[in-house]
């Protein structure tokens, strides 16, 4: 059924199991890797969270966004159930929109050591204002250093055309 081995699934804990606990907090500690089978390929793995929520840390308000998170992987992965339990984890978190999008950033470099990731977040306006921070990193002293900076540097060229989202 399965082209992994039991060693290769060790402490994917969530996928597949039916007493899922949602944590309403902020927490890093749900997230969980695979290997890689494929670290000799570049190549990108794209998730599209269009129901993020957190909130703002002055009004309490709640806060809605799409994330986008691109990576290329190293020898790690993330599971994917662990990474929406994770972004869930900010339902309750308190903190302006570019922290969010940078700790999101951050915690995936730590558990994961990608070659390169990019986070981007498209939150709805409020007050008549939308804000869309973006953050990437590449792996230093690789091709891939280069890249996070030529990203950065043309990332919004052709801005999107808003119309309330």
């Given at each position: 059924?399965?082209?992994r081995?039991?060693e290769e699934?060790n402490?994917?804990?969530?996928?597949g199991s039916q007493?899922?606990?949602?944590?309403?907090?902020?927490n890093?500690?749900?997230?969980?890797?695979?290997?890689?089978?494929?670290?000799?390929?570049d190549y990108?793995?794209?998730?599209?969270?269009?129901?993020?929520?957190?909130l703002c840390?002055?009004?309490g308000?709640?806060?809605?966004?799409?994330i986008?998170?691109?990576?290329?992987?190293d020898?790690?992965m993330v599971?994917?159930?662990?990474?929406?339990?994770?972004l869930?984890?900010?339902?309750?978190?308190?903190?302006?929109h570019e922290?969010?999008?940078?700790?999101?950033?951050?915690?995936l470099?730590?558990?994961?050591?990608?070659k390169?990731?990019?986070?981007?977040g498209?939150?709805?306006p409020?007050?008549?204002?939308?804000?869309?921070?973006y953050?990437?990193?590449?792996?230093p002293?690789?091709?891939?250093?280069d890249?996070?900076f030529?990203r950065?540097?043309?990332h919004d060229l052709y801005p999107?055309?808003?119309d309330?989202?």
């Amino acid at each position: 059924m399965t082209n992994r081995s039991t060693e290769e699934l060790n402490g994917i804990t969530h996928l597949g199991s039916q007493g899922t606990k949602y944590d309403m907090d902020y927490n890093p500690s749900v997230l969980e890797t695979f290997i890689n089978k494929h670290p000799e390929n570049d190549y990108f793995v794209k998730f599209n969270c269009p129901e993020f929520t957190s909130l703002c840390p002055i009004t309490g308000q709640p806060d809605f966004a799409t994330i986008t998170i691109s990576y290329v992987p190293d020898l790690n992965m993330v599971e994917s159930k662990s990474l929406k339990l994770y972004l869930f984890s900010f339902r309750n978190h308190g903190d302006f929109h570019e922290d969010c999008i940078n700790k999101i950033m951050k915690d995936l470099i730590a558990l994961m050591d990608p070659k390169y990731i990019e986070v981007w977040g498209k939150f709805t306006p409020r007050g008549g204002i939308s804000i869309d921070p973006y953050c990437n990193y590449g792996k230093p002293n690789t091709k891939w250093q280069d890249v996070a900076f030529n990203r950065m540097a043309n990332h919004d060229l052709y801005p999107e055309k808003v119309d309330n989202r």
